[in-house]
């Protein structure tokens, strides 16, 4: 079975940037659509942006838009996610995800549709 670990978090501040990485160990890295959530202490896990399999097409949470941008590379079974611009409230952990083909559907916005998680990496962002 595939396994995600995500690595990068740190303690920045405001202003500054920090990438994450989530490192895929597994067959078919390349078929799966990932995507990249948060959740901060008494908060709801959060959409962040999602990315497609293979054409690159992105989706990002309407907080982050313009200052996180989501990739991967396929022939690394990584995927990444460039924050600038970070704001206290940016200050959660950061949980890579993968929606794998035969397993749940629907939006890229919703928990549901993801079918493996990582264990998460902290960002905190100083003010």
């Known amino acids: 079975q595939v396994q995600l670990v995500e690595s990068g978090g740190g303690l920045v501040q405001a202003g500054g940037s920090l990438r994450l990485s989530c490192a895929a160990s597994?067959?078919?890295?390349?078929?799966?659509?990932m995507g990249w959530f948060r959740q901060a202490p008494g908060k709801e896990r959060e959409f962040v942006a999602a990315?497609?399999?293979?054409?690159?097409?992105?989706l990002y949470a309407d907080s982050v838009r313009g200052r996180f941008t989501i990739s991967r590379d396929n022939a690394k079974d990584t995927m990444y996610l460039q924050m600038n611009s970070l704001k206290p409230e940016d200050t959660a952990v950061y949980i890579c995800?993968?929606?794998?083909?035969?397993?749940?559907?629907?939006?890229?916005?919703?928990?549901?549709?993801?079918?493996?998680w990582g264990q998460g990496t902290q960002v905190t962002v100083s003010s």
């Open positions: 995800a993968a929606d794998i083909p035969g397993g749940n559907s629907g939006s890229w916005y919703y928990r549901s549709t993801y079918d493996l």
């Open positions: 990315i497609s399999s293979s054409r690159g097409g992105t």
């Open positions: 597994g067959r078919t890295f390349s078929s799966y659509a």
